[in-house]
Structure formats: structure tokens, C-alpha cells
């Protein structure tokens, strides 16, 4: 008997092999995150490189810290193109510059997010990493417009995963 973990990891398998990046998130029967993802294109993009001690690194991508990489030694492999928050089918776009690399499987999860709701606001809390340079990201939703106030590799930021 296939189990629903198994049945999970074929159809991201599956919908990899042939290039698809997106999904959506159930998060409660009126709330839900979409998702796109793509493969980095170095010619869509600027670079900045920086030296230390001898080692030249990857900084900046189109003028910005970037996040996704311990040490910028290579390229990302995959950006966070699209992520939209979805409550009572009103989509709600949310920032994702500068957010490569957000998971090692191309496919993100529940487990990944947290939707904490205030009496006039949300906050959406998610943390992304492939293995190595890992971010977290908040959202502040109100009045169905979102900002993002927190983009960052501080621990201090993923605190509330363990909440």
C-alpha cells in the first residue's frame, strides 16, 4: 500500500521532471499560499563580487544582498518568483526579491510557514533554505495588502518556529 508521504514525493518528483514549479499550500479551508518557483538565468540578473581573505564570492545579485547561499560561492540554482497569500479567495501578492534557493526539493511546504492572525492584521512567518543559507521572511497583511518587514539569516528571526 503507497502511503500519502510516498504518493507526495512522486508527484514532486514527477512535476519536477517536467519543469513544473508551483503549487499551493492549504493552510485552512479559507487560506492558502500559491507558489512559483524557476530555474536561475544568470542573464536575467547583474552580479557583484567581493573579496575576503583571498576568496572571491558572489555578494550581490542586481544590486542587493541575496539570500540562499552560505557564502555566495556559486550560483543559486532556483528563485522564489511568485508567492501570494489567498484568504477567501482574495490573492494577496507578497514580496520575494532577493529570495533564491528556497528549498533543496524545488517545492515548498506546509511545514515551512505560519499564518498568525491579530484583530485588524495577519503576519505570515516562512523560513526557506536548500541545505546551507537559510532566511527567514515575514509579511505583515493588512487591509489585503501585505509588506514585508523581516528578510534576514538571524537566528532571532526564526524564533517563531519554536513557538
Not at 83 to 94: A, D, F, M, T, V
Request: glycine letters at 4%.
Amino acid at each position: 500500500m503507497t502511503t500519502t508521504i510516498q504518493v507526495l514525493v512522486f508527484i514532486i518528483s514527477f512535476s519536477n521532471l517536467f519543469g513544473q514549479k508551483n503549487g499551493t499550500i492549504k493552510i485552512d479551508d479559507n487560506t492558502s499560499i500559491y507558489w512559483e518557483i524557476q530555474q536561475f538565468d544568470t542573464s536575467k540578473h547583474t552580479f557583484e563580487y567581493c573579496l575576503e581573505s583571498d576568496l572571491r564570492y558572489l555578494c550581490k545579485i542586481d544590486k542587493q544582498d541575496w539570500f540562499g547561499s552560505d557564502r555566495g560561492l556559486d550560483f543559486p540554482k532556483n528563485e522564489l518568483k511568485k508567492l501570494e497569500l489567498i484568504i477567501s479567495q482574495k490573492r494577496i501578492p507578497l514580496e520575494t526579491s532577493q529570495m533564491f534557493n528556497p528549498n533543496f526539493s524545488g517545492a515548498l511546504f506546509e511545514s515551512q510557514f505560519e499564518l498568525k492572525r491579530f484583530k485588524d492584521h495577519y503576519i505570515l512567518f516562512a523560513f526557506f533554505s536548500d541545505g546551507a543559507g537559510s532566511y527567514s521572511a515575514h509579511w505583515k497583511i493588512e487591509n489585503g495588502k501585505s509588506e514585508r518587514i523581516v528578510l534576514s539569516i538571524e537566528e532571532e528571526f526564526f524564533e517563531w518556529q519554536l513557538e
